[in-house]
């Protein structure tokens, strides 16, 4: 399956993205720039000989010219067979197939409209029995091409080619070979540049890194150098302890590779931690409550880098649970053609919700003493937001933050030392715009819609305001047409 492109960086990932439930199947795309002449290519010329499905996610930003979903360069060369599938102004969807004898046939499906409402729509192109016809968001469009030779993408172009530079999003593409007794379906093309190589979640896997990360009947392929750790029905079992007793796997993650890693935990007491450790430094991952660990690492050292599982050094005692660890290598990568790295975006599908990982909030993990502007009785402090304020209905943190009107975002807020009053989260400066108000401790996360305001707040409200804010995380929201 082709799938489009990570942004930013994996590195990036590591500290913002650690999804907090089983299961999470994330799905990414890019927007294309035409006049950065961008596009992305398959692994392999594509040769359908019998029934076919080429399926598209897309969102036009600007139709006002022909845009190209497949591109073949070689199309004016009249090999018969090749196609050209792109959104004509203002026809909507068209699709020729060259005859091969100076002349092609051309059927227009339409749908331009509905391509351009700003949601990401889903085109699909099938042949059954000899017959093409296109849905859009699973609805027929009109018009139908019998056709039963054999159909060629020799150029490998999605998104571009020698004209008709797509100006928008293309996500998900595949490309399905129907005509055998199961699907195929065409894979993307391995650059081994680095600086080009982006890797998808929705991904293929290698095989299972950890030894025993299930605890089936015992420990075994664990370092338990402390012999702290116990196998308790069918899961590794950290005791109550205040000192520092790893459970440890060597060579688990290998030297440049980019890996999922997945644990389940439960934590009794205190605070646990994953590190990841080797070469390169070390990442570390705080377990609380219960829950599932689930997050994209990647290696950039020429060795092998381990894991290692033991009570959190800040909170100094911990009780808990694991089990489930699993380490796999990822082994689809993508390319980009003339895409720069500022201009990558990433959005995942999380709870039927396409939600952008490109951070808005500056320092929103507090990590240092910078980019908010802070009142009185507020301090930055220990890695958290630290409100003791007695001044009512007040800023008492801020910084300028854009949300355009009508675009649609979610933001994520964690607070923790929670003893008194509301701690409101508010876009603008009216009281209407109030995104939270927060009472007690825990992890708030809502969607809301822009007002067009320029001001992100952390307010206080009419009682003296106390408690700390751990971590505040805004990203923006693409709807998916239903």
């Known amino acids: ?18 999804n907090p439930f089983d299961g999470l199947l994330s799905r990414y795309f890019v927007t294309l720039d035409p006049v950065l002449n961008s596009y992305y290519q398959t692994a392999a010329p594509i040769v359908f000989t019998g029934d076919f499905e080429i399926e598209f996610e897309v969102s036009g930003q600007d139709l006002t010219s022909d845009q190209a979903l497949i591109d073949s360069s070689v199309f004016n060369g009249l090999i018969a067979g090749e196609i050209l599938l792109y959104i004509d ?16 046939t051309r059927q227009t499906f339409g749908g331009q409209s509905v391509i351009l409402n700003s949601k990401l729509n889903t085109i699909s192109v099938n042949r059954l029995n000899g017959v093409i016809t296109s849905k859009l968001n699973n609805v027929q ?27 928008g999003i293309i996500a998900n593409a ?54 702290w750790w116990q196998w308790v029905s069918g899961r590794a079992y950290h005791a109550y302890s205040a000192s520092y007793n790893p459970l440890q796997q060597l060579g688990v993650i290998p030297p440049n590779s980019t890996v999922r890693i997945t644990l389940q935990h439960e934590v009794l007491q205190g605070q646990g931690r994953l590190t990841i450790a080797g070469t390169g430094g070390s990442l570390e991952f705080q377990l609380s409550g219960t829950g599932t660990l689930d997050f994209i690492h990647t290696n950039t050292t020429n ?36 895409i720069p790295q500022s201009a990558r975006e990433l959005y995942s599908l999380e709870d039927d919700t396409w939600t952008g990982s490109n951070e808005l909030v500056i320092n929103g993990d507090f990590a240092t003493d910078s980019d908010w502007n802070l009142e009185a009785g507020v301090a930055i402090s220990d890695g958290k937001l630290a409100i003791n304020s007695n001044i009512n209905y007040a800023n008492l943190a801020d910084q300028n933050l854009s949300f355009a009107v009508g675009k649609t975002f979610e933001i994520e807020v964690k ?15 009216s009281g209407a715009d109030n995104i939270l108000a927060i009472n007690a401790n825990g992890t708030y996360k809502v969607i809301f819609t822009g007002v067009g305001s320029s001001s992100f707040t952390v307010r206080s409200s009419a009682s003296p305001t106390v408690g700390d804010v751990d971590s505040i995380s805004v990203r923006e929201i693409i709807e998916v047409a239903s």
Request: glycine share 10%.
């Open 141 to 167: 469009l009109g018009g139908s091409i019998t056709n039963s030779e054999t159909i060629r993408f020799s150029e490998k172009l999605i998104g571009g080619g020698s004209s008709r530079k797509f100006n």
């Open 174 to 227: 595949k490309f399905t070979d129907k005509s055998g007794a199961s699907d195929v379906t065409t894979t993307f093309k391995l650059d081994q540049a680095t600086a080009n190589t982006e890797y998808s979640q929705e991904n293929v896997f290698g095989a299972e890194e950890v030894v025993n990360g299930d605890f089936a009947t015992d420990l075994n392929g664990w370092d338990n150098s402390n012999s």
């Open 89 to 104: 102004n203002p026809n909507g969807l068209d699709l020729l197939i060259c005859d091969g004898a100076n002349d092609f």
């Open 1 to 18: 399956m082709i799938y489009s492109m990570i942004s930013k960086t994996i590195k990036s990932m590591i500290t913002t993205v650690i």
């Open 303 to 338: 060795s092998d880098e381990y894991i290692i599982l033991a009570r959190q050094v800040t909170v100094g005692f911990a009780e808990f649970y694991v089990d489930n660890v699993s380490v796999k290598e990822i082994t689809n990568a993508v390319e980009y053609k003339n």
């Open 415 to 429: 607070v923790s030392g929670y003893i008194s009053g509301d701690i409101n989260i508010r876009q603008g400066t």
